[in-house]
């Protein structure tokens, strides 16, 4: 079964706006992790943000932030602002407590998006 | 700087022979692991260590091994490489006690 879903179609964003991005995950353990990974054209994996299960609160870092619904299973990554080196893959992550030491990642497909001028 | 690096960047090589990619972090992790990334199918792991001498596999761990002989280090081993193991490879650690994988830049393999 898929863990992570991430369905949307390419995305174009204008120049400073804010785009979102969703991503839902499926899990019965009620203590894990979700991450949001950036992959530029070059290809590197770049750490965005973690939200854990148990935060009270969604997560920012600087221009991203996570909208984290727990009932819903859900974990947008929201971009404001966005940039013209925004450009690039964006994948959703989720790491489960019940793998015994494995801090194995299950990564969603992606999300494309282009920062139009 | 903390890093994950790998090495080499970028192979192309025949099928059937054997090859190392390295794999090095500087940030004292406990947990190191190797993924790959096929279009389609997103990132796969093959092999994880929680610790020096402790390793297991992962979600595709055919035709591959790995070793921990030394905390740093994690190489990827292809003992006979074939086409399908054409990929792009991952490697990343993180603290046993967190999930937060820092990646190394990736190594694109392929296999003619």
């Known amino acids: 079964a898929q863990k992570i879903t991430q369905t949307q179609p390419g995305m174009f964003v204008q120049e400073k706006e804010a785009v979102t991005l969703d991503c839902t995950y499926d899990?019965?353990?009620?203590?894990?992790?979700l991450f949001w990974y950036k992959q530029p054209s070059s290809g590197e994996m770049i750490f965005l943000i973690y939200q854990g299960s148990y935060d009270q609160q969604n997560a920012t870092e600087g221009r991203y932030s996570l909208n984290f619904q727990k009932a819903r299973k859900s974990a947008n990554l929201v971009i404001s602002a966005s940039q013209l080196g925004d450009s690039a893959m964006y994948f959703c992550?989720?790491?489960?407590?019940?793998?015994?030491?494995?801090?194995?990642?299950?990564f969603g497909k992606g999300n494309q998006v282009v920062v139009i001028p | 700087e903390a890093q994950v690096t790998q090495n080499p960047r970028y192979l192309i090589t025949v099928t059937g022979k054997k090859l190392t990619v390295t794999c090095s972090q500087n940030m004292n992790h406990e947990y190191m692991s190797w993924y790959r990334q096929d279009p389609g199918l997103g990132l796969r792991q093959i092999y994880y260590?929680?610790?020096?001498?402790?390793?297991d596999k992962g979600d595709v761990p055919e035709g591959y091994k790995v070793s921990r002989k030394e905390k740093r280090n994690f190489p990827l081993i292809l003992e006979s490489p074939s086409p399908n193991q054409t990929s792009l490879y991952f490697c990343?650690?993180?603290?046993?006690?967190?999930?937060?994988?820092?990646f190394g830049p990736g190594t694109r393999l392929t296999v003619t």
């Open positions: 260590s929680m610790n020096v001498e402790v390793t």
């Open positions: 990343a650690s993180s603290p046993i006690d967190r999930g937060e994988q820092y």
């Open positions: 899990t019965s353990d009620p203590s894990y992790g």
């Open positions: 992550a989720m790491r489960e407590a019940g793998y015994y030491g494995n801090n194995r990642l299950a």
